[in-house]
């Protein structure tokens, strides 16, 4: 199904406790989304072996993310990039700053009537791109880009994704809380050995 859209962009705050274990926040509504693009880099191997590829891996490495937002609040740039706002909301940019890691959720209009909804687990953002022009005979809207990075958490997570209607269970519950993953329920269809080496070849001397 194609993507038609793109709405409810999110962020959560994150914590990380003493062994080492990701924990967010409650999410908080970030922007509007004009536009969102994941560039994910993907680490590439192949063992070559009789003359042939005999086996290739693809791991993940990082991502970039570029968000187009209608605007970024004061109080939300401090929160994202490690700033500091003082009581007459003036916000300060500092060059010891150090932007948090967050989760970043957001879902994109699909047709049908399903979305697909998408949370990056470990995201920090760069100081945003921002675009200032004179009023001409015609109105030009300027709209800040942001771009983060997003990685693996210390679990090997990286993002979760769900395809469904904002109705679903699923799908009411993605913005309330950073979506985990359930425990995964063995197949009841699979028959096959764990133990079964079959598929390794003939491993004998000659």
């Known amino acids: 199904m194609a993507t ?29 989304a004009i536009q969102a693009q994941m560039s994910t880099q993907i680490a590439e191997a192949k063992l070559f072996a009789d003359d042939a590829v005999d086996e290739a891996v693809k791991e993940f490495i990082s991502g970039t993310l570029t968000l187009n937002i209608n605007d970024l609040l004061p109080r939300i740039q401090a929160i994202l990039l490690g700033q500091q706002q003082d009581a007459d909301s003036v916000l300060f940019a500092h060059g010891d700053d150090e932007a948090p890691y967050v989760a970043v959720g957001f879902r994109a209009t699909k047709t049908r009537g399903k979305f697909k909804f998408i949370w990056l687990y470990k995201v920090k953002f760069g100081i945003p791109d921002e675009n200032y ?28 994704d769900y395809v469904g209607t904002p109705t679903d269970e699923v799908g009411k519950a993605w913005f309330t809380a950073v979506r985990e993953k359930n425990p995964i329920t063995p197949d009841p269809g699979d028959t096959s050995d764990p133990g079964d080496t079959s598929d390794l070849g003939d491993t004998q001397d000659p």
């Open 4 to 32: 038609i859209g793109l709405r409810d962009l999110f962020y959560a705050p994150t914590t990380e406790d003493s062994q080492g274990v990701e924990k967010y926040g409650t999410p908080v509504r970030m922007a509007k």
């Open 133 to 160: 022009q004179t009023k001409g005979e015609s109105i030009a809207f300027q709209t800040p880009t942001i771009v983060g990075t997003y990685i693996k958490r210390n679990d090997g997570e990286w993002k979760a």
